[in-house]
Nanobody, 125 residues
Framework: QVQLVESGGGLVQTGGSLRLSCAASGRTFSIYAKGWFRQAPGQEREFVASIDWSGSRTNYADSVKGRFTISRDDAKNTVYLQMNSLKPEDTGVYYC??????????????????WGQGTQVTVSS
């Protein structure tokens, strides 16, 4: 099995920055693509960013392009989400995800097999 643990969430003002981390443990060799999703109160979980197995290809939701950057450090079994120029609409619980079936930078929830417990990000106006 694989365990994913997010960290780095918190309260930040509009225009501020946060860096989320997601550390994997267990059968980490079985994880290929990794991604970040978020869920605001009363809304469905939505795609934010993903990165392929090699770290060379990434995908982003239109709402975060140019502001967020996903990266991975496989030596540390960790994936990061650098979030800059944060807006109140970025508020939500952020989840990291790992796929044991796909190598590419996937953006569908069903493409991922492992999920973290989430970390809260709140952006005040």
């Amino acid at each position: 099995q694989v365990q994913l643990v997010e960290s780095g969430g918190g309260l930040v003002q509009t225009g501020g920055s946060l860096r989320l981390s997601c550390a994997a443990s267990g059968r980490t060799f079985s994880i290929y693509a990794k991604g970040w999703f978020r869920q605001a109160p009363g809304q469905e979980r939505e795609f934010v960013a993903s990165i392929d197995w090699s770290g060379s290809r990434t995908n982003y939701a239109d709402s975060v392009k140019g502001r967020f950057t996903i990266s991975r450090d496989d030596a540390k079994n960790t994936v990061y989400l650098q979030m800059n120029s944060l807006k109140p609409e970025d508020t939500g619980v952020y989840y990291c995800a790992g796929s044991s079936r796909y190598q590419g930078a996937r953006f569908g929830r069903a493409d991922y097999d492992y999920w973290g417990q989430g970390t809260q990000v709140t952006v005040s106006s």
